[in-house]
C-alpha cells in the first residue's frame, strides 16, 4: 500500500497548497491513502466542520488533530458525524470523538489511523502509551487491517522517539507531529516501522511556525501582548512523507520524505 | 569559507565517529572551519578537559555547549584555558567562561562563534536575544569577522524561528542544537543568513535522543525511577551541516545537510 | 510606620470587599500607607484604568501588578499617568510603565514599592533579582526612603523564599502574591524584614483561586476547553497583612496577618 | 475522631522535632490518628525503610509520599512489608507499593488514607481525580470507613482547591503537601471536609523550603550547579492541622492549624 503523511496545515496558504497539489500527487504517486494533520488549518487555530470537509473531498482519507483540536467550539459537536477526523485518543473517557478510526479504502483494504498527544511541555493527558495499547489490542497489522498509521503528536524528540521504538514492529508508520518543521531522521526501524520524528508543516515557512514573524518576533523581544498571530500568507511548502508497504505484513518497505514548494528543499519519493 | 557544524557529539560512540571521519572530511570538503556542539560528549552529559582537547586536536576549531555544559565540574574550572570551548552567552554576568570566541584560522580569517540557549522549556536564563545583540555590536560581518556562527540551543522550533529571522543578514548560519534530530528546513533565508533548526546528534540513533532506548522507555512507562541513562552504543551518524559563505559579506552562498554513518540517510555536500 | 498590604484583588467581590472596608480600616489601624496587588481586579483578567483611579481614590496608596499586567490593553498607554501603578520590574527594557515607585506620605515620608516577577513556572523575564539591585541600589532604607516593600509576584514557594532571604535587612517587607492563597509563615527574618510567602487574594474563596468553581473544575476534570473563566461572585475575603516599621532604620517591628469577611478565618492586628 | 495531619517533614532537624513532641502531643489533644506525609524525612529526599519504621514506631499511624518517593531506593523493594506507607495513587499500574491504606485503630475504628500527586508543573502521572475516584468507590465514608484523609501532594493552589471542592462531602479531609509552607485558609467547605491548601512542613523554616538556603539562593543567582542541598539544621517547626471528626458521617466538625516550635507563630488547637 502506498501512503501519503501530511503533517500540520497551517491557515490559508497551506490549506490551498494541499488542495491544488493533492489530487495530482495522488495520481502521479498512485496513492492509496492519504493522512493529514489538521489542527492549524482554520486561521491556524482549529478546524472548522467546513473545512474538515473540504478537505476530506479533496483528497485527504483521514485526518488528525491535536492540542488546537478544541479551538474551533464548532468542530465539537459535529465530530461524531466525520468518523475519519481523530482527536488525542489520550483525552479523557467520554471526550467528544475519537482517538482512532479504520478507514476502508475503494478496494476493500483496510488502514488503522491513531492519533495521540505527548505529555512532556504539554497538557497532562492520559498517559499515551496505554491509550495506543487499548487500540492496538483490537486490531492486528496485516491481520484485520493492513497498514496502521500513529501521529505522536509532541513537543519533544525523547518522547516521539520513545514512540517509535516502542510500536515498532506493530504499526507501519509511526510520525510526529506539532513542532512545524520537517525532521530529516526518516527511516525504517529495526522492527520494520517507518519513522520520522516530525512530519512538519504544510504553510509557509517564512515565517515562525507558520504565523507571521514580525509578531511573533516581537513577543519574543518585548513579553508585553502583541496582536493576536494571524497565519503567514506567503507560499507554503507541502511537507510530509511517503510510506510503501508490505500488504501482508503491513510493515513498511520505503519511506520517503515528501515536500513541494514554498521555501524548502524539495524532495519527490521515486518508488 | 567553507564551514561545518555538527551537533551536540554524544559519548563514545559519537565522538569516536567524529575523530575518525574528521580530518578525511576536512580534506576532502575543502573545509576551513569546523564548530561542534560538544554538551554531551563525556559520557552523554557534559564535556571534560581531556576530551575537549582531544576535539580540539582532531580538527574542530571551536566547541559550543548548552544545558549540560556544567555537568563535568573539571571543566569549570579549565574553561579559561580553553578559549575557542564557549558555553551559552546569556548565563548571568560572572559565570566562568565566555559566551563566545574569535577563531583565527591560519590563512588570517576570523570566525566569531556564539552559542546561546533559548529559554522556553529550559532554565530562566538572560534574555539570549539582548546577550547576542550585546556580541555582534562588537563585531562587524564583512568587516573584522569573515563569518559568524550563532548555536541557538534550544527547546522549540518557535524561538529557534525567531533567532533565525531576527539575525537574518547579520551572521552567516544561526542553527539550532539541543533536540538531537536533524531538520529538513536547511535554507538561505531572504537576508543571507544560513538556517537549520536543528543540527542533530553526532550519536548512535538506534536509541532515545543518544541514550540507550530501553532504560528510556521503561522511565516513560513507569515514571518510577531507573538506572543512570546510558548513550547508546552503536554506530554513530555524524550530523550537521556545511556552509559557504562570501568572504567579503560574510553571507552565505549555499547550504547542505553533512549526515556521515549510522542509522540516517547519508548526506555529502557536493560543492 | 503602619503599613498596610493587600493580596490580589479579584473581580467585583475583591474590589467591592476592599472598597467597603478600607476607609474604616485606614482609621481603625492608623495606617500610614497601603499597597494592593490589582492584577485580576477587572473581572478577574487585568485592571482597567477606571478600577486603578476608583482603587487610588478610595485608599489604596500605590498597587502591583503581575502576569496578569497585560489584560487589559487600555491600562497600557496610561500607565505613565499612573505613577503609583507599577509592574513587575523586570520585563525588558523598554516595556511600559516602572517596576518601582516611591510614594510620599502626606507627613513628607517616603515610601519605595517594588513589583517583580519570579520566573519558575512562569513566564521567562529578565533575572528578576538583578532587577531589584538595581532598583535598591538607587534608594537606602532609613536614609532616602522610609520603608521599602517587596512584591514577589512569583508560583514557587522556594523562589519567594530565595527573596526574602536575599533582601533581609535592606526592605521593610518581601511578601509573595500570584498563587491567590495567603501563607501562615508570617514572621520578621533574622535580619529585621517581614516577610510572607503569600499575602492571598482579596477574593471570594469558595471557588478555584478566585474563579467559578464548576467550571474551573470541568477543565481539570474534561481538557476540552470550556467557557470563558468567570470570577465568583460570593463575598470576598480580604486578605493581606500588617507590618509596622521603625522609620529610622525601616525594618519591622511587627507582622500581623489581615484577614476580614468571607470563608476564612478572621485576623485582625491588634497592635 | 480526633486526627493529626503532619506535612512533608524535612531532614534529620524535621524528624526529631516531630519524635521529640508526638507522643506528648497524642496525649495532650487525645489524638485517635495522626498521618504525615514523609517524602522529604531522609536528608531532605526519600524515605528510608528504617526512618519509615522509626515514625511509625514513634506515634505516626500512615505516612504519605510525593514526587521523592522514590529517591530511595531501599524503599522501592519495602513498601509492600510497610502497608501503612502509602505513595501517589495516580502512578501507573504495576508501580511498587499502594496509593491508600485502611488503617484500623486499636479502638476498632477505621481510618481511609489517601495519597495522590496533581499535574500541573509536576511529573506527567495518570489522571490524578479519576485514581481518586477508584479507591472512593470501594469505601463508604460514615460506612465501612469512620474517616477518610486525602493528601493532595501538587505544586499549584488551584489543582489543590479542585480537590478540595470536588471531594468537598465525601473525605473528611483534603489536605495540600509539596509547597513546604502551610497556608492560612484551613476551614470546613460548605459539605463538610475540612480544607487546608497545603500543611506546611515539618522543617527549619530559616531555610528554602528546608534546605540550606546559602547553597539555594546561590543557585537561583548564578544558574550554574552547586553543590547538592542540604537540609538545613536549625529547630524545626512542626506544622500540620487537627481536625475533629463526627464518626457516624465522616465529616469534619473543628479543624485547627497545629505548629509548633522553630521560627513560626505556634498555633495549638483547643478543642
Ligand atoms: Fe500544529
Ligand atoms: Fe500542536
Ligand atoms: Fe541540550
Ligand atoms: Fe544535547
Ligand atoms: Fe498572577
Ligand atoms: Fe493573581
Ligand atoms: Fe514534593
Ligand atoms: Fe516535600
Same mark, same amino acid.
Given at each position: 500500500?502506498?501512503?501519503?503523511?501530511?503533517?500540520?496545515?497551517?491557515?490559508?496558504?497551506?490549506?490551498?497548497?494541499?488542495?491544488?497539489? =493533492? #489530487?495530482?500527487?495522488?495520481?502521479?504517486?498512485?496513492?492509496?491513502?492519504?493522512?493529514?494533520?489538521?489542527?492549524?488549518?482554520?486561521?491556524?487555530?482549529? =478546524?472548522?466542520?467546513?473545512?474538515?470537509?473540504?478537505?476530506?473531498?479533496?483528497?485527504?482519507?483521514?485526518?488528525?488533530?491535536?492540542?488546537?483540536?478544541?479551538?474551533?467550539?464548532?468542530?465539537?459537536?459535529?465530530?461524531?458525524?466525520?468518523?475519519?477526523?481523530?482527536?488525542?485518543?489520550?483525552?479523557?473517557?467520554?471526550?467528544?470523538?475519537?482517538?482512532?478510526?479504520?478507514?476502508?479504502?475503494?478496494?476493500?483494504?483496510?488502514?488503522?489511523?491513531?492519533?495521540?498527544?505527548?505529555?512532556?511541555?504539554?497538557?497532562?493527558?492520559?498517559?499515551?502509551?496505554?491509550?495506543?495499547?487499548?487500540?492496538?489490542?483490537?486490531?492486528?497489522?496485516?491481520?484485520?487491517?493492513?497498514?496502521?498509521?500513529?501521529?505522536?503528536?509532541?513537543?519533544?524528540?525523547?518522547?516521539?522517539m520513545g514512540f517509535g521504538h516502542l510500536y515498532d514492529?506493530?504499526?507501519?508508520?509511526?510520525?510526529?507531529?506539532?513542532?512545524?518543521?520537517?525532521?530529516?531522521?526518516? &527511516?525504517?526501524?529495526?522492527?520494520?516501522?517507518?519513522?520520522?520524528? *516530525?512530519?512538519?508543516?504544510?504553510? *509557509?515557512?517564512?515565517?515562525?511556525?507558520?504565523?507571521?514573524?514580525?509578531?511573533?518576533?516581537?513577543?519574543?523581544? #518585548? #513579553?508585553?501582548?502583541?496582536?493576536?498571530?494571524?497565519?503567514?500568507?506567503?507560499?507554503?511548502?507541502?511537507?510530509? =512523507?511517503?510510506?510503501?508497504?508490505?500488504?501482508?505484513?503491513?510493515?513498511?518497505? &520505503?519511506?520517503?520524505?515528501?515536500?513541494?514548494?514554498?521555501?524548502?528543499?524539495?524532495?519527490?519519493?521515486?518508488?
Open positions: 500500500m502506498r501512503l501519503l503523511f501530511l503533517g500540520d496545515i497551517v491557515g490559508r496558504s497551506g490549506r490551498e497548497a494541499v488542495l491544488e497539489g =493533492l #489530487k495530482g500527487w495522488r495520481e502521479e504517486l498512485s496513492l492509496d491513502m492519504v493522512v493529514a494533520n489538521a489542527e492549524n488549518a482554520s486561521h491556524g487555530f482549529g =478546524l472548522s466542520p467546513q473545512i474538515a470537509r473540504d478537505l476530506l473531498d479533496g483528497g485527504v482519507d483521514a485526518i488528525t488533530l491535536g492540542n488546537h483540536a478544541w479551538d474551533r467550539k464548532d468542530l465539537i459537536g459535529q465530530l461524531d458525524q466525520l468518523p475519519a477526523v481523530v482527536r488525542p485518543a489520550n483525552y479523557p473517557e467520554g471526550t467528544p470523538g475519537q482517538g482512532s478510526c479504520v478507514v476502508t479504502l475503494p478496494c476493500g483494504r483496510k488502514v488503522l489511523v491513531i492519533n495521540v498527544m505527548g505529555r512532556v511541555f504539554m497538557d497532562a493527558l492520559d498517559d499515551p502509551f496505554r491509550a495506543v495499547e487499548q487500540i492496538l489490542s483490537k486490531h492486528r497489522l496485516g491481520g484485520t487491517v493492513h497498514a496502521a498509521v500513529l501521529d505522536v503528536h509532541a513537543e519533544t524528540t525523547s518522547e516521539k514492529g506493530r504499526v507501519s508508520l509511526v510520525v510526529g507531529t506539532h513542532t512545524h518543521v520537517p525532521t530529516a531522521d526518516h &527511516r525504517i526501524l529495526r522492527g520494520g516501522t517507518a519513522y520520522q520524528t *516530525d512530519a512538519g508543516m504544510c504553510g *509557509d515557512y517564512d515565517s515562525v511556525i507558520g504565523m507571521e514573524k514580525e509578531n511573533a518576533i516581537r513577543k519574543m523581544l #518585548k #513579553k508585553v501582548p502583541t496582536e493576536r498571530f494571524q497565519p503567514a500568507g506567503g507560499k507554503a511548502t507541502v511537507s510530509g =512523507l511517503m510510506v510503501e508497504t508490505d500488504d501482508t505484513t503491513g510493515l513498511a518497505i &520505503r519511506v520517503c520524505p515528501f515536500r513541494q514548494g514554498g521555501d524548502l528543499l524539495p524532495s519527490m519519493p521515486n518508488f
